[in-house]
């Protein structure tokens, strides 16, 4: 089956720092989105993006985030001066149609600890 | 605000038991449930949902799911667990009618025992 890339699988950094976090999606996806799960709390969603724009974001999505699709095969998340609470596991999706579509594929997920 | 609440964080039950993973949600409208499976390093895989029909759903792994909506309710069922099948569990709601921004509940850990 195929599958959604994340690289890389832990970030450290340090609190104030920029970080990018990267995703391939399946090559034939349109659309593409972020969500976190923050240890012991639930699957958030962060982001959706489609035709090169965000379609929905979340409050947690804020001037702090961007996301950005650079060349036809990645998807990026960057985070400008990171924060202490943004310590998570972060999970990129992709799907192949938005309204109608009936399923996400995740990737393995990206843990960013910030010091 | 649509949500989701899996009363059961942690399961235990020896393998070739049933399984009964609960899931409540709370939405406006008629809602479109999930379910996703997390192994160890891996990423969220979807197991089932249900958007509309027979409100029995048939997954993958042998899992199925009822949707009762006079109970606001989305139980995830196997009637024989395998010990592959230890993982995290998550119930999730689609948002404004849509499958693709998805309110998830806090998971539920299944520790299978030999």
């Known amino acids: 089956e195929p599958e959604v890339t994340q690289t890389p699988s832990h970030q450290v950094t340090q609190m104030g720092q920029e970080v990018i976090l990267r995703c391939v999606p399946i090559?034939?996806?349109?659309?593409f989105y972020w969500y976190r799960q923050i240890l012991g709390q639930k699957v958030e969603f962060l982001v959706s993006?489609?035709?090169?724009?965000?379609?929905?974001k979340s409050e947690i999505f804020d001037d702090q985030f961007s996301v950005e699709r650079p060349d036809g095969s990645n998807f990026t998340l960057k985070i400008r001066s990171t924060k202490l609470e943004d310590s998570a596991m972060y999970f990129c999706?992709?799907?192949?149609?938005?309204?109608?579509?009936?399923?996400?594929?995740f990737g393995s997920g990206t843990q960013l600890s910030v010091l | 605000a649509q949500s989701v609440t899996q009363p059961d964080i942690h399961i235990t039950v020896s393998e070739g038991a049933s399984l009964e993973l609960r899931c409540n949600y709370s939405?406006?409208?008629?809602?479109?449930l999930f379910w996703y499976v997390q192994s160890p390093g891996q990423g969220l895989q979807l197991l089932l949902k249900?958007?509309?029909?027979?409100?029995l759903v048939q997954g993958i792994k042998g899992f199925e799911a009822e949707f009762k909506r006079s109970q606001s309710s989305f139980n995830l069922r196997k009637p024989s667990v395998h010990w592959s099948d230890a993982a995290e569990y998550f119930c999730?709601?689609?948002?404004?009618?849509?499958?693709?921004?998805?309110?998830f509940g806090t998971g539920t850990r299944l520790q299978v025992t030999l």
């Open positions: 999730a709601v689609g948002a404004g009618g849509t499958a693709s921004k998805l309110t």
């Open positions: 249900y958007f509309s029909g027979d409100t």
């Open positions: 090559s034939n996806h349109l659309y």
């Open positions: 939405y406006g409208a008629t809602p479109y």
């Open positions: 999706a992709s799907s192949e149609a938005g309204l109608t579509n009936e399923k996400l594929f």
């Open positions: 993006f489609y035709n090169n724009e965000i379609s929905e």
